[in-house]
């Protein structure tokens, strides 16, 4: 049985305890002899303490019937305890108990094996009623939660969209412990009677108190102030759960305090109806659907099509004789939905104003968001979007130079002159961190010193990067500011739309950072920090700023903007994508720009069944998402251990940890790995408050140089045409595992199956290899873990391409136009080109895949390091380059006339 310290939540911990229970007691009531219940009484007595704590936040199978299966095993019933406990177990795993009552005695007419709701047909599941559980929180004897059970449970209706069970605890403590344990949890109900502290000592549940750390004056609080301050902190933590605050304070003292995101007030009362109808209706809230429930509705309409779309109602298909396998494919509803409408109950993306209006409305919402825009081509197009609505030519953009594609070409869009930030290098394994603080703050202080402050306009980071590397969002936000405050800030969160939906990465989006930014502005402390700060650095050099962690004035303006792939993390159709804004002058400055940037990129047609699946994702996370985030990243850290542990495993693979994928001096609380049996999730919380890099979890980077194969042969040969197992990202030497909140345990296990079975193929082939083939092997492994080429950071632009040589800004948009001359362009064949016989300049973006982001730009200068690095390469893919001409430069003429040209129109002004 694992110990507690092998879990990174106390879900999964609940499900396999219940499992080992159940193997247990069957094989008891098999065989009861004194010997079997000697050797399992230990054991069963305490997974029954353990379930005992845990499931008093649960309402299934509930506390009474837990009652019942210990009266069982005391009075040597172990073949009803066996039956009892099978049942629970069976009705937990297949979510049975969501649906109906699961009755645990063997005399009672339901069958003895239970329908496997995972077979159940999509409609099917689709009449049954949603369920959920409601957290009340009161200090109550037995005979007053019996009484106030039975009086909310009362107030059920047979009409009520949603069906709910109660889950009391008695304490401040115990509710945190609820909230972040139990994943059924819709609403929590804080009444006058709780008290601070919980009687729960197991270590696994102790651990979510850790956020408890971080919170000014909890420990001191008056026992009046414990349901203001619940309702407050259930806010911060879990922001997508209604509260419900019942007090016999007066409507004054609650009226200035700080409730959270509490939905009403009961004063004094026991109105168990109207707080009924308040649950319902909170939840009805986040389960609405405005744009998918008017698609649903309009392909139930008779309509006659005398427009665009033979598909539209599968007219084109139903008729056809030669296509009527798509139809038999895809059924009908898909057909039935297909339309080029915006009227019938539909509406217009590019200027919404029916459910689709809603539906961004309800997306700001659960990400936290003043703004939130759908699209449906992608985070390419959202990253064009944000960029041409807040960059003018000649604004200069601090770029995290390894960003994804879209940005460098929306750079030229916008005729942005661009500072491009190197990351730190992962030389051993061919791939790149992220851009340290310093090097942003170093280069925002040069341009100050410069006298062009006033043109920067933005800084653009990719938060998580595709290997996992989180920023520290609050500490990059502050101090940029404190060095110029209404810098706007563009967060690629393109891999991080599930974080919103988990306590511990929520604190690192751009979206929740901005609305704890902006609050702390406003306070008094805030403007006493930054005068003091002020007074101590009077006069100080740069460097000095540059090792001091910067405050921001309190007139600082919170802009910040987060792109995010929809499809890629959440439930959504390929290409569902959202903008999320927080952004203080959106409405008076950028509103109107980034409503032509939006015209500009958005399609006339856009995909109606993409829309709808992003409405209903929405959907799907503000009710589950930190449940299916909570599953997907314990799979990712069983899959790390699994393979950590394995003997032969470790022959030929590692598995990447923080201390392997972040170097130390950004790891300020020195923890090197999550997924160590003695380090939990009270150590990740710890690292994600503190350190200016985490690693995301949820993502495993394995080494495969020790099979002999590089990346991309063990993605491509291995993996996919061998047996089926996908997957995207690869370097020289590694392969990303990504889990997503589709990841199954049955997945990671196949995973863990496959791999041991290469491991075992190996070792069979090189006990058969001769000693030439040994050689050989070893050469391949020597070549891929330690022969590889350094990563070159960004060159610099050309002169013909820079406003002056003080700051290194350049005029990219300038350089990929004057590309578009073919008289200005050569091909320098690249195993015979050397960086020093003369400057040579690229004409093109050059982008190999992997790494997949351009190692050159058009205007950069060729240096040795690119040179070499690209000469080392081993990939399919280099876009941009073409093997039979070589690299496209600009000729040494048509820079110099270009730097003459730009020269005189400096002159001219």
């Known amino acids: 049985m694992k110990t507690m310290s092998n879990y990174f939540s106390a879900i999964q911990l609940r499900s396999d305890r219940w499992s080992t229970l159940s193997d247990l007691t069957a094989t008891l009531a098999r065989d009861p002899s004194e010997a079997t219940l000697a050797r399992l009484r230990p054991k069963i007595e305490e997974l029954l303490d353990q379930l005992g704590t845990i499931e008093s936040y649960w309402a299934f199978p509930g506390i009474s019937a837990f009652d019942h299966l210990r009266r069982s095993f005391e009075h040597h019933n172990y073949d009803d305890l066996a039956h009892s406990v099978r049942r629970i177990t069976r009705a937990l795993t297949s979510g049975a108990y969501r649906r109906r009552s699961i009755p645990l005695g063997r005399d009672e007419s339901d069958t003895e094996d239970l329908e496997d709701e995972a077979l159940l047909s999509p409609e099917a599941r689709a009449l049954t009623k949603p369920y959920f559980e409601v957290l009340i929180v009161d200090d109550l004897n037995e005979h007053q939660e019996r009484w106030l059970r039975g009086s909310i449970q009362s107030m059920r209706r047979h009409e009520d969209q949603f069906t709910y069970e109660p889950v009391i605890v008695p ?7 609820g909230i972040l344990f139990n994943h059924n949890i819709q609403a929590v109900v804080v009444r006058p009677g709780l008290r601070l502290k919980s009687n729960n ?124 396998d798509m139809g038999a494919f895809y059924g009908a509803n898909i057909f039935l939905a297909e339309t080029s409408a915006t009227s019938g109950g539909l509406d217009s993306l590019l200027e919404p104003v029916g459910p689709i209006k809603k539906a961004q409305e309800l997306a700001a919402r659960a990400f936290g968001a003043k703004q939130t825009f759908f699209a449906t081509n992608g985070t390419s197009t959202c990253n064009k979007i ?56 170093r280069q925002l202080l040069e341009l100050k010193a410069a006298g062009k402050l006033d043109r920067v306009r ?97 007139d600082a303006r919170v802009r910040v903007y987060a792109t995010q792939s929809t499809h890629k993390t959440l439930t959504s159709l390929r290409q569902g994508s959202m903008i999320h804004v927080h952004d203080q002058d959106f409405k008076g400055e950028v509103e109107q720009a980034f409503h032509e940037a939006y015209m500009t990129h958005t399609s006339t047609s856009p ?177 891929l873990m330690e022969e ?16 002056d040589g003080k700051t290194p800004e350049g005029d990219i948009r300038a350089a990929f136009f004057l590309a578009y001359d073919e008289s200005k362009c050569d091909y320098v064949e690249l195993q015979s080109a050397r960086a020093n016989g003369g400057e040579m300049v690229s004409a093109s973006f050059i982008i190999p895949y992997p790494p997949g982001f351009p190692i050159l730009v058009p205007g950069q200068v060729v240096s040795d390091g690119i040179l070499d690095f690209m000469r080392a390469l081993d990939v399919n893919e280099i876009h941009g380059y073409r093997a039979d001409l070589g690299l496209r430069v600009f000729t040494p003429d048509a820079l110099a006339e270009h730097g003459a040209g730009q020269g005189a129109s400096k002159a001219a002004e």
């Open 171 to 177: 304490s401040f403590e115990d509710a945190l412990i």
């Open 607 to 783: 995909n109606y069944q993409i829309i709808a699946s992003l409405d209903v994702g929405r959907r799907q996370v503000e009710l589950e998402g930190f449940e299916f985030v909570q599953r997907q990243v314990e799979a990712a850290i069983s899959m790390r251990r699994a393979i950590g542990s394995h003997p032969l495993l470790r022959k030929y693979f590692k598995v990447l940890t923080a201390a392997d994928m972040i170097p130390e001096a950004h790891r300020e609380s020195g923890i090197t790995s999550y997924s160590e049996a003695e380090q939990g999730w009270d150590d990740i919380w710890d690292s994600w408050s503190r350190d200016e890099f985490v690693l995301d979890a949820s993502r495993v980077t394995l080494a495969v140089g020790g099979t002999g194969w590089d990346g991309d042969t063990f993605k491509t040969d291995i993996l996919m045409e061998e047996y089926g197992i996908q997957i995207n990202k690869t370097s020289r030497n590694t392969v990303l595992f990504m889990t997503n909140i589709g990841t199954t345990r049955s997945s990671v296990a196949y995973l863990i199956e496959v791999l041991v079975q290469i491991a075992q193929d190996l070792d069979d082939l090189q006990d058969d290899a001769s000693v030439m083939e040994r050689r050989a092997f070893e050469r391949r492994v020597k070549s």
């Open 386 to 441: 944000v960029v041409q609505a807040l960059v003018r030519p000649g604004d200069i953009v601090l770029v995290d130079r390894d960003c994804h594609k879209s940005h460098h070409y929306g750079m030229v869009l916008a005729g942005a002159h661009v500072v491009y930030l190197d990351s730190y290098p992962l030389d051993e394994y061919s791939m790149y961190g992220a851009v340290p603080l310093v090097e942003i703050k």
């Open 458 to 554: 933005m800084l653009l980071l990719t938060n998580c990067t595709f290997d996992g590397i989180v920023y520290n969002v609050g500490r990059v936000m502050e101090e940029c500011l404190a060095i110029k405050k209404d810098l706007v800030f563009l967060w690629d969160e393109a891999w991080f739309a599930f974080a919103r939906f988990a306590p511990t990465y929520r604190q690192r989006t751009g979206m929740a950072v901005a609305e704890t930014l902006r609050a702390r502005l406003r306070t008094e402390e805030a403007g006493k920090a930054w005068e003091a700060q002020q007074a101590e650095l009077d006069g100080a050099d740069d460097e000095t700023l540059i090792a001091t962690r910067l405050v921001p004035p309190p």
């Open 201 to 324: 000592e197991l270590s696994i549940l102790q651990r979510y108190l850790t956020l408890l750390e971080s919170e000014d004056g909890i420990g001191d609080m008056r026992p009046e102030d414990y349901g203001p301050n619940l309702t407050r902190l259930i806010a911060r933590i879990r922001p997508e759960l209604d509260s419900y605050l019942i007090t016999d304070r007066s409507v004054e003292s609650i009226a200035g305090l700080d409730l959270g995101r509490c939905r009403r007030v009961f004063y004094n009362q026991e109105d168990f109806q109207e707080l009924h109808l308040n649950i319902l209706r909170g939840v009805r809230s986040r389960f609405k659907t405005p744009f998918f429930t008017a698609l649903k509705d309009y392909s139930k309409q008779p309509t006659g099509v005398f427009h665009a779309m033979p598909i539209s109602r599968g007219k084109s298909i139903t008729r056809s004789h030669w296509i009527q």
């Open 788 to 803: 590889l080429p350094p990563l070159p950071d960004f060159s610099r632009f050309h002169d013909a391409f820079r406003v």
